[in-house]
């Protein structure tokens, strides 16, 4: 469908919402819109929505429809490539693990790091995917 915009909505599932507060808003910087505690925390990621539903809780839902994951899940958060070094820099200097580091055949540079329950993020710079 040619008139998506974008995703808007990205979702995890965490058991710890309280580690997922705290690594988010605080380390990363993300503005909580909303936080119920053992249910879902909702974060304002740029112009996108970062959804944390607590998958014991949103499997057993009638409204919305029930949905959960198990295991590691990934996404990436997308940067200028003028930001891209900083937000590299500001990651490590939080003493986030910088777990791995991929060049594209773009020839820009992409990396990963984990959250507290081991989904797997990554930081993209503009232009990544032509």
Known sequence: ???VIKIKETCLYLHDLEKARVFYHELLGF???HYQPNKHLFFKVGSSV?????PEDSKLKESPPPHYAEGNQHFAFE???EDYFKCKDQIKSKGI???DTLVWKSGQ???YF???ENNVLEFVP???WG
């Open 1 to 3: 469908m040619k008139e």
């Open 31 to 33: 503005e909580v819109i």
């Open 50 to 54: 970062l959804l944390c539903f607590n």
């Open 79 to 81: 940067v200028t490539q």
């Open 97 to 99: 693990e910088i777990i």
């Open 109 to 111: 540079e992409s990396f």
């Open 114 to 116: 984990k959250d507290p």
């Open 126 to 128: 503009e232009g990544v």
